[in-house]
């Protein structure tokens, strides 16, 4: 599927340069030892700004939910409908999701529970995006 | 005069706060529609400011108060429904000459300021107070409330209106583009509709107690019909058509499980309400609605999407804190209109409140039984967005309307009407307002 390009800016850099590197990061903050996601300006359980990073993660997970979009607002993904949209827990912190297309998976036929590793997928403008795949697909 | 927006200090977050020291202090005495309408047509006196205007000056004949006895009110800001203004194009002049304007041009076309409203209403000669309670009715009622409660003002108008413009919805700006700015595409390049939170959480919901979608038929025709009976609503005045269940199961999915109908239809629409004290109250035209307790939630998801623990959670915690500020039980609920747009998070409001009884996993059961107007447990007797479209407002109006008894051909007649809430919109945070045909 075509996702629509990204253009990184300053408080993302990190997220898209390690993506760029084919490694998947997750913002953490130090003094809870936790991580969040989507990533915020401050830790959302102890407010602080200064002790968050950009850990790496295992790239590894579970599909734990998806539905399937038939009537997308976003205008480069229409051409693709209907397509599974995905949501994924990471291995290494079950509370924490991310976003997926399934690729190579068929559509409304998604295995819920199954285990998923992270790959590479490049964007209309080259960026390459964190995507997930079946194990064993 | 610069109008703020409601303090956090307003809204009852918290459990343990007990009664709510202005239980039963607080009445609603007027009800205010404006026409819907699919989409804005261009012309001034239906623009979403004098659809406002329109609202308010009803709530204030409905009640039966002078004008210059009003000396509060209490704004949603925004209007949009997910549609915009696009950049570039031209501002509708002849509409914007139509009023006195503020320093936004797009004020009373795609959005609304109460410094608007007082410049276009010069018949509000006393109003002091002024306040945003920014998001839905819901949130402003909560401030209105509170702010009649605490002595801010003691007659206080509450508005909230909707725009909708040509296009589809949510499909311009950043969604039509070709490229995100970095920080939005990390949660946006998969393109999940409005709906799609909300069919996940359905879906680990049947997955989970072994129910379907099809059962949410029974739901879906009954909010429909009650709608029908809402003279106000989009349905009744634009499109009576009824909702079987052949019509329901068979529309196209917009982001599977939720379809077409589970997503409610964006309508130009403005609803408005007088409160005012229960003291004042006596004396006004309409029966006092009084106001046993407001209580707000706002949980945050740990990640993307709410799951279904973090939801019943939620609403478990909402429902806690609704009946403890109100001083009453599930057990003296006359009927629940909380929100229902989109459809299928509605019983997981039903399901916290134990409306009836019913416990996590039992709602969808619970529709399959008589949740009629006529019937001893009516669900969503406002019929709520599914019935109405979208406004968000359908639900309070009902429970005033019903407590009153003047719900018309919507009156429920299985139950007595005394107490009742409405609220919302997500089951993850909300706003909720406990009405009562009794201060007591
Ligand atoms: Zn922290």
């Known amino acids: ?137 | 005069m610069t109008t703020p927006t409601a303090p956090d200090a307003m809204y009852r977050n918290d459990e343990g706060l007990g009664i709510w020291e202005h239980r039963g202090k607080v009445a609603a005495v007027g009800v205010g529609h404006a026409p819907t309408a699919r989409r804005w047509d261009g012309r001034a006196e239906t623009c979403v400011g004098a659809l406002s205007i329109q609202a308010l000056r009803r709530a204030v004949d409905d009640a039966g108060v002078a004008p210059d006895q009003i000396d509060g009110l209490v704004v949603v800001p925004s209007t949009t429904t997910g549609s915009f203004w696009e950049e570039g194009k031209p501002l509708p002049l002849d509409v914007i000459r139509s009023f006195r304007q503020t320093q936004d041009p797009l004020d009373g076309i795609a959005k609304l300021s109460a410094e608007w409203l007082l410049q276009n209403m010069p018949e509000l000669t006393n109003v002091r107070f002024t306040m945003y309670g920014p998001g839905c009715m819901s949130n402003a009622l909560n401030v209105a409330a509170q702010a009649v409660g605490d002595g801010l003002t003691h007659t206080c108008l509450v508005v909230k209106s909707w725009h909708n413009f040509e296009g589809r919805y949510y499909q311009g700006g950043d969604n039509a583009g070709e490229t995100l700015p970095g920080t939005a595409a990390i949660t946006r390049l998969w393109g999940g509709p409005a709906s799609y939170g909300t069919a996940l959480q359905f879906a680990e919901y049947c997955r989970k107690y072994g129910k379907s979608h099809e059962m949410m038929a029974p739901f879906m025709e009954n909010s429909r019909r009650n709608g029908l009976l809402f003279p106000e609503g989009y349905w009744a005045q634009h499109r009576p058509e009824e909702l079987g269940p052949e019509d329901y199961l068979a529309s196209r999915w917009i982001a599977k499980p939720a379809n077409l109908f589970d997503n409610d239809i964006p309508i130009m629409m403005s609803g408005a309400y007088l409160f005012t004290t229960a003291e004042r109250a006596k004396d006004m035209r309409q029966k006092p609605v009084y106001i046993l307790n407001h209580a707000s939630s706002n949980t945050r998801p740990r990640s993307l999407v709410p799951t279904l623990d973090e939801v019943e959670a939620d609403t478990a915690r909402s429902a806690r804190k609704i009946y403890e500020g109100a001083g009453i039980t599930a057990d003296d609920l006359s009927f629940e209109n909380m929100y229902d747009g989109f459809s299928l998070f509605h019983q997981f409001h039903l399901e916290g409140l134990g409306y009836r009884g019913i416990r996590f996993g039992e709602a969808l059961d619970f529709y399959q039984t008589d949740i009629s107007i006529e019937g001893p447990n009516p669900v969503s007797p406002s019929g709520g967005n599914v019935g109405g479209g979208r406004s968000r407002v359908w639900m309070h109006t009902d429970c005033i309307q019903q407590l009153q008894g003047r719900a018309g051909a919507r009156q429920v007649t299985g139950v007595r009407p005394e107490v009742a809430v409405s609220g919302g919109p997500m089951p993850l945070a909300g706003n909720f307002t406990v009405w009562s045909a009794s201060p007591d």
């Open chain 1, 1 to 137: 599927m075509s996702k629509q390009g990204v253009v990184p800016d300053s408080f993302s850099q990190p997220f898209w340069d390690a993506a760029s590197e084919q490694r998947l990061v997750i913002q953490n903050c130090r003094a809870c030892d936790r991580l969040q996601h989507p990533p915020a300006e401050a830790c959302s359980q102890c407010g602080a700004g200064d002790s968050l990073e950009w850990k790496p993660v295992s790239g590894r997970g579970t599909i734990y939910n998806y539905g399937v979009v038939h009537d997308c607002p976003v205008r480069l993904l229409q051409e693709d409908q209907p397509f599974n949209l995905a949501v994924i827990m990471l291995d290494d912190d079950p509370g924490i999701q991310m976003y997926s297309h399934l690729p190579g998976t068929p559509v409304d036929d998604v295995p819920v529970g199954a285990a998923v590793e992270v790959i590479f997928e490049p964007t209309a403008n080259g960026q390459l995006v964190p995507e997930w795949r079946v194990i064993g697909d």
